[in-house]
C-alpha cells in the first residue's frame, strides 16, 4: 500500500506570497492532520480534517487554511507569508482520527520564506 | 488537555535495551498512548500505542503504569538506525494526538 505523499517536496517563497501544499493520504484513510515543524516550536498541530469537513483546528492565525476533497485529499494554503512561516509542513492521515488510531506521516514539504 | 514529560536526551550503547520514560500524569482514562519517532530528515513515525495494557510489537514494547501516570517505551535491543527523537502523545477523543512535546533525543553509542 503506498504510503502518504507531499507535493512539493520543497518550496521557496517571498515574504506577502501565497502558497498551497498536497497531501494525498492512505488509499481509504479518511482523517488527515496537517502540522508545523520548526526547530525552536517542535511539532505544532495546525488542523485535522475527516469527510470533507475540518473537525480540529489549533492555534494558528486564520493565514492557515486547508480543505479536504471527497477523494480524502487535502491541501493546506499559507497566505501572506511571513518569515516565520518557513518551517517542515507535515501530513499525516489515519483512518478515522480515532484516539487509538495510528497516524502515517508523510516526508513533509519544507518551505523556506525569504 | 493531557501534557506529557519526557528527558530531553538520552544516551545508549548499541545492542543494549533502551528505556525511554514518559509522564502523562494527567491522561484521561480514555486516552491512549501513543510513541511515535522521527529519524533526521524524515517525518514521524509509528512505533507503538496502548491503552492499559502492556503491548508489545516488532519494534519496541510499551509498559504502561497501573495508575497510567507514566510508560515507559522499550528497545530490545538498540541499533544505530534507532537514534531518533522518541515522542510519547496522549490520544483521546478531546485531543487526539494533537499536543507533541520536545521528545525525546535518543543518541546511539557504537
Known amino acids: 500500500k503506498a504510503g502518504v505523499t507531499q507535493t512539493p517536496r520543497y518550496l521557496i517563497k517571498t515574504r506577502g506570497q501565497q502558497v498551497t501544499l498536497s497531501c494525498s493520504p492512505i488509499?481509504?484513510?479518511?482523517?488527515v492532520s496537517w502540522y508545523q515543524q520548526t526547530p525552536g516550536q517542535g511539532l505544532q498541530f495546525l488542523f485535522e480534517y475527516f469527510s470533507e469537513t475540518q473537525r480540529n483546528k489549533g492555534n494558528f492565525p486564520g493565514r492557515f487554511s486547508g480543505r479536504q476533497f471527497s477523494n480524502s485529499r487535502s491541501e493546506m494554503n499559507v497566505s501572506t507569508l511571513e518569515l516565520g512561516d518557513s518551517a517542515l509542513y507535515l501530513c499525516?492521515?489515519?483512518?478515522?482520527?480515532?484516539?487509538?488510531?495510528?497516524?502515517?506521516f508523510g516526508p513533509g514539504t519544507r518551505l523556506t520564506v525569504l | 488537555d493531557a501534557k506529557t514529560t519526557q528527558p530531553n536526551s538520552m544516551e545508549s550503547n548499541e545492542e543494549e535495551p533502551v528505556h525511554l520514560p514518559c509522564n502523562h500524569s494527567t491522561i484521561s482514562g480514555t486516552d491512549y498512548i501513543h510513541w511515535y519517532r522521527q529519524l533526521p530528515s524524515q517525518g514521524p513515525e509509528y512505533v507503538i500505542h496502548g491503552l492499559t495494557s502492556n503491548v508489545n510489537n516488532r519494534m519496541a514494547s510499551l509498559a504502561i503504569a497501573e495508575d497510567r501516570k507514566s510508560s515507559t517505551l522499550i528497545l530490545h535491543r538498540a541499533t544505530l538506525r534507532d537514534a531518533a527523537v522518541y515522542y510519547c502523545i496522549p490520544g483521546g477523543s478531546s485531543n487526539y494526538q494533537l499536543i507533541w512535546g520536545a521528545g525525546t533525543k535518543l543518541i546511539i553509542k557504537p
Open positions: 499525516a492521515s489515519s483512518l478515522a482520527g480515532g484516539p487509538g488510531d495510528t497516524q502515517y
Open positions: 488509499s481509504g484513510h479518511r482523517s
